[in-house]
T-cell receptor
Framework: DQQVKQNSPSLSVQEGRISILNCDYT??????FLWYKKYPAEGPTFLIS?????DKNEDGRFTVFLNKSAKHLSLHIVPSQPGDSAVYFC??????????FGEGTQLTVNP | DGGITQSPKYLFRKEGQNVTLSCEQN?????MYWYRQDPGQGLRLIYY???????QKGDIAEGYSVSREKKESFPLTVTSAQKNPTAFYLC?????????????FGSGTRLTVV
């Protein structure tokens, strides 16, 4: 039972353009969402988060949007840079419970 | 510097052998977690511990065992009962057993069965 799904295994964009990574969830009790970034042979690092009481959170080039009615969140990276090339994981929590992760999306930013 | 240290970075195991992966943190975090990463399957939870001397099974605990004798340490043993142990293993910790503060991850151990 995959409660958090990232349906795109990979995404390729040109440097300077916008990258949009998507995540869907099924558990309506999830109230906190996070994005992690992972380089090969390294552990994931925290990128940005959003609480279910908000619909948008920005941090520099990174913005996360939450659509609760659709049970969908997205991560926008503008402008995309080659150093952004990594695997991005979406994660969700239900009232402080342990995180549930999606499958990950490999982002490649081409110079 | 505070952080999580996983060792070794690469580990080779023969069929039928048990191996233990080390995870140590100096962040004074209460909760610790073990995840397994396989291509296309994301991060799957093996075991987690919210407090010393206590731990719970995650989604894929079969063939694995853990201990939490000290707050700083949460070793994972991959037993011979684990049918497909070749994977990338990640240890994580959090201040409280929840996601409000996020998880801090180690750099991982790549286990290969030869």
């Amino acid at each position: 039972d995959q409660q958090v799904k990232q349906n795109s295994p990979s995404l390729s964009v040109q440097e300077g353009r916008i990258s949009i990574l998507n995540c869907d969830y099924t558990n309506s009790m999830f109230d906190y969402f996070l994005w992690y970034k992972k380089y090969p042979a390294e552990g994931p690092t925290f990128l940005i988060s959003i609480s279910s009481i908000k619909d948008k959170n920005e941090d520099g080039r990174f913005t996360v949007f939450l659509n609760k009615s659709a049970k969908h969140l997205s991560l926008h990276i503008v402008p995309s840079q080659p150093g952004d090339s990594a695997v991005y994981f979406c994660a969700a929590s239900d009232r402080g419970s342990r995180l549930t992760f999606g499958e990950g999306t490999q982002l490649t930013v081409n110079p | 510097d505070g952080g999580i240290t996983q060792s070794p970075k690469y580990l080779f195991r023969k069929e039928g052998q048990n191996v233990t992966l080390s995870c140590e943190q100096n962040l004074n975090h209460d909760a610790m977690y073990w995840y397994r990463q396989d291509p296309g399957q994301g991060l799957r939870l093996i075991y987690y511990s919210q407090i010393v001397n206590d731990f719970q099974k995650g989604d894929i605990a079969e063939g694995y065992s853990v201990s939490r004798e000290k707050k700083e340490s949460f070793p994972l043993t991959v037993t011979s009962a684990q049918k497909n142990p070749t994977a990338f293993y990640l240890c994580a910790s959090s201040i409280l057993p929840g996601a409000g503060y996020g998880y801090t991850f180690g750099s991982g151990t790549r286990l290969t069965v030869v």
